[in-house]
């Protein structure tokens, strides 16, 4: 096993500025040299998985604007990764060395990597992991069916299907921080999808309507996914926690699926348009503003086609297309204000900068700079978005103030923001 990661090469993504637009809501950061329509997963630390990089000689990478890649180091070959926790902790499926047989894996940070075996059928693969370092995935049988299972490093693997016999089998693909679980199974002898919610209290509970499949589910119990509806038509959709099922709509097209839902409620995923090219387009999908066109609220081309989209809790979505791997992180806005404008030399004025995006604010505690002629006079702390600085240190004349948001893992820093102060004698 290996004890930690490997540092395999730095490489900053290059961070897009997007043109000025009232839609315009994402800055786009690209992850360099990433590879096209694999699949992805984030963190709240905006840690990526990059499966097949081209910048590390291995098949599993994790990737920051911080520390570039670092490789897993993963023994065997053929490996991809399928989620990744706040811990770093990343699971998915390869080829231990030595072995045919692919296999469920979770690497950890200073742990190296585990194979987790499998139902007794050899093949396994892990789909997602939650923060307490529980896995959930697929996995053969002895009898050479597909169970979902869930594992843990205290139990191993226990299997959730066991009553399933059918060829199409099982898949769990997430698990929440109650160790609910979501997915899909085959019931014996359809060919149609049922998608389930699992818990250790209640065992295996089928969501409606029948053709169904779950493909995520957060700290709520909010699951989603893709469903038919009246007409037959595949739409995404959420279940709630009481199960009950919302139809998310379409981006203008006959189909959609949702991928993923963090922890606000946010919902990403892939939709047609009406457009008679037929492409897919990546869509968002928020409580308060419904569905999006995540092209248009990221200023990038339509043409692009989404693969794989996956959304932290602060509202950052990694999107893997025909062009590789991107962050589009929430853009924050600095509005700036002054107490008094025009003032009087000696006189306090306050400057109050409020910072917001799509998103919402940044966490409290978070710096904001101020500047008066390009010179740093002082800074402030975040409280709900707003950060104030008091000086009576302006000299006469017309002078431009500004303030500028520092950034941090999630957010870049903000546009250059400034009004003019005046102040007279």
Not at 217 to 235: E, L, S, W
């Amino acid at each position: 096993m290996r004890n930690c990661l490997k540092f395999a090469a730095v490489a900053f993504g290059l961070a897009v500025s997007v043109a000025a637009s009232a839609q315009v809501a994402f800055n786009v950061i690209a992850v360099p040299q990433s590879p096209a329509n694999s699949f992805t997963a984030i963190n709240n630390s905006s840690q990526v998985v990059a499966n097949g990089d081209k910048q590390t000689s291995g098949d599993v990478a994790v990737w920051s604007r911080t520390t570039g890649f670092e490789d897993l180091g993963l023994s065997g070959a053929n490996a991809a990764a399928a989620a990744m926790n706040d811990s770093g902790e990343v699971v998915g499926a390869g080829n231990p060395e030595g072995s045919g047989a692919v296999q469920a894996f979770v690497f950890g940070p200073g742990t190296g990597v585990q194979w987790l075996g499998s139902l007794g059928g050899g093949l396994s693969a892990a789909s997602g992991v939650n923060e307490s370092g529980t896995v959930v995935g697929l996995s053969y049988t002895a009898a050479k069916t597909q169970h979902a299972f869930l594992w843990t490093p205290e139990s191993g693997m226990e299997d959730l299907t066991p009553q399933l016999q059918s060829i199409g089998g099982a898949t769990a693909v997430g698990v929440n921080s109650a160790n609910e679980v979501a997915g899909y199974y085959f019931s014996n002898g359809d060919r149609n999808p049922v998608a389930f919610l699992w818990t250790a209290a209640g065992g295996l509970q089928n969501l409606a309507p029948a053709g169904a499949i779950a493909l995520g589910i957060n700290d709520a119990g909010t699951i989603v996914g893709q469903a038919p509806n009246a007409r037959g038509f595949k739409h995404a959709c959420a279940w709630s926690s009481t199960g009950q099922m919302t139809d998310l709509g379409t981006l203008g097209g006959a189909t959609s699926s949702a991928l993923a839902i963090n922890n606000r409620g946010w919902i990403v995923g892939t939709s047609l348009t009406s457009s008679k090219k037929g492409l897919l387009r990546g869509f968002l999908w928020t409580p308060s503003a419904g569905m999006q066109d995540l092209a248009t609220l990221a200023g990038v081309s339509k043409q692009l086609q989404p693969y794989s989209l996956q959304v932290n809790d602060y509202g950052v979505i990694a999107v893997s297309t025909n062009k590789g791997i991107s962050l589009y992180s929430p853009l924050m806005r600095v509005a700036l204000t002054s107490s008094a404008n025009p003032s009087k030399v000696a006189q306090p004025v306050t400057f109050t900068a409020t910072v917001g995006s799509i998103a919402g604010a940044p966490q409290d505690g978070e710096a904001v700079t101020f500047k008066i002629a390009g010179q740093v006079v002082g800074s402030a702390t975040l409280v709900n978005g707003v950060a104030q600085f008091t000086t009576a240190a302006i000299p006469k004349g017309a002078h431009i103030v500004s303030a500028e948001y520092a950034g941090d893992a999630n957010y870049l820093a903000s546009p250059y923001t400034a009004l003019h102060q005046v102040v007279n004698p």
